[in-house]
């Protein structure tokens, strides 16, 4: 057979299964789920690294499937406005903040500058979302000034557990998702209880200081040691007049 005739057939085959955006190589069209996914077959997206093959969702589950397919993947500086720019019209935890999302409650808080909700896609009996009602980057961009916030977040998240009558706080799991494992890059605590009563696939998801899920105290390490690394390169590079070797 000719490679010509091979290639052609092996296009059509893919269309037939995924649809012709696909089989084309291009990052939409018709039938799309996600923004910029290839649907899969009935107009499914095709399946990510962290979803079943059968369609169910895997370790992005709670603000994966709250995002949709405006949210905006905003992994930049440590703050953006959430109110006026097109960051923040897009952001789908912007909008929630700003209640314009009326399918999503917000629980008591505390704090005017945090926001509290419940997970679309709970992986404990208690799962909870605190988020900043400003836009900010995902918990790779946290510097020393946001540690205050960070523990307000903390803070909240405890005390909408014992709002919600769970007074154990032994058996509690906050963290973060750490990039690329985050779906939304506006920055947001998981806060999950009874921690002993995971299942199985929660457990994966969840793991506590795995690649992909983070304590909060990690996370704040982590974050500043890569910013101190990232300026003190920059400092020498300026020092010596020379380009930098290794990326901030």
Sequence with gaps: MAWGEAALRNRTREADIWGPAVAEGRPGGAGCGRQGEAAGPAGRPRPGPWEAPGGGRGAMAGEEAAAGAG?????????????????????????????????TALLPCQYEDLVCFRDIRPGAPHHYLVVPVEHMGNCKTLKSE????????????KSVLQRNNFNDLNDIRMGFHWPPFCSISHLHLHVLAPASQLGFLSRL????????????????????????????????????????????
Excluded at 80 to 100: L, N, T, Y
Excluded at 211 to 231: D, H, M, Q, R
């Design 71 to 103: 949210a905006g993947q905003l992994g930049a500086e440590g703050k953006e406005p959430g109110s006026g720019g097109p960051e923040g019209q897009q952001c789908v935890f912007c909008r929630i903040a700003r209640r314009e999302e009326p399918g």
């Design 146 to 157: 946001h540690i205050p916030i960070v523990k307000r977040m903390m803070e909240v998240g």
């Design 205 to 248: 998801i969840y793991r506590i200081n795995s690649y992909w899920f983070i304590t909060v105290e990690l996370a704040l390490t982590k974050s500043l040691l890569e910013n101190l690394s990232g300026g003190l390169i920059r400092t020498l590079s300026a020092v010596t007049h020379q380009e930098p070797v290794l990326a901030a």
